[in-house]
């Protein structure tokens, strides 16, 4: 079975605070993508990786980074949070042009 | 830039058919998803189908896919309660630099006993 784990489920983060979200995956997949759900707006592209150090902005990328420094690991940065980045975070992973397989989600409620 | 629309709500009676439609504008979609989403969940890939297929059954799900209208649709035979969730239709254009699916704004499905 595919896994892609996101290290947490609830997170609360103060105004103007660093913020990590950390994805890991344990399927050597190449492809890792970090999205952002809302209501109404369905799943939006923050950031995605196609290697190790290896990055590309999606549609939403402005407050928000990504590191890569393995293969399974894919994380996401918001510099410094603030409320309008309240919202559902989904990392998934993928190979090829083949199926994305999604962790089950961080809610960050940013106060 | 890619576009995926997708009806928000659909009710159905138990035991019933259900038919969760998809529109999407990338004429060079190489591959189609369905995503189910519970309450407080990630996204479950349920199926996928290559753009020269028109039809892929897996038990009680079946998709069609009309290439030339750029419609799918996700049929689900004998509706149960367990099937109440978010299903998201996605595609994968064949823009080798966009490696990322573009997913509709999902379709809230609620199945009544």
């Known amino acids: 079975d595919v896994k892609v784990t996101q290290s947490s489920r609830y997170l609360v983060k103060r105004t103007g605070e660093k913020v990590f979200l950390e994805c890991v995956q344990d399927?050597?997949?190449?492809?890792m993508f970090w999205y952002r759900q809302d209501p109404g707006l369905g799943l939006r592209l923050i950031y995605f990786s196609y290697d190790v150090k290896m990055k590309e902005k999606g549609d939403i990328p402005e407050g928000y980074s990504v590191s890569r420094e393995k293969k399974e690991r894919f994380s996401l940065i918001l510099e410094s949070a603030s409320t309008n980045q309240t919202s559902m975070y989904l990392c998934a992973s993928g190979v090829g042009t083949t199926v994305v397989f999604f962790g089950q989600g961080t809610r960050l409620t940013v106060v | 830039g890619e576009d995926v629309e997708q009806s928000l709500f659909l009710s159905v009676r138990e035991g019933d058919s259900s038919v969760i439609n998809c529109t999407y504008t990338?004429?060079?979609?190489?591959?189609l998803y369905w995503y189910k989403q519970e309450p407080g969940a990630g996204l479950q890939l349920l199926t996928y189908?290559?753009?020269?297929?028109d039809m892929k059954q897996d038990q009680r799900l079946t998709v069609l896919l009309n290439k030339k209208d750029k419609h799918l649709s996700l049929r689900i035979a004998d509706t149960q309660t367990g099937d109440s969730a978010i299903y998201f239709c996605a595609e994968r254009g064949a823009d080798t630099g966009r490696r990322a699916l573009t997913f509709g704004s999902g379709t809230r499905l609620q199945v009544q006993p």
């Open positions: 399927m050597d997949h190449e492809n």
């Open positions: 990338d004429s060079s979609s190489t591959y």
């Open positions: 189908i290559f753009s020269n297929m």
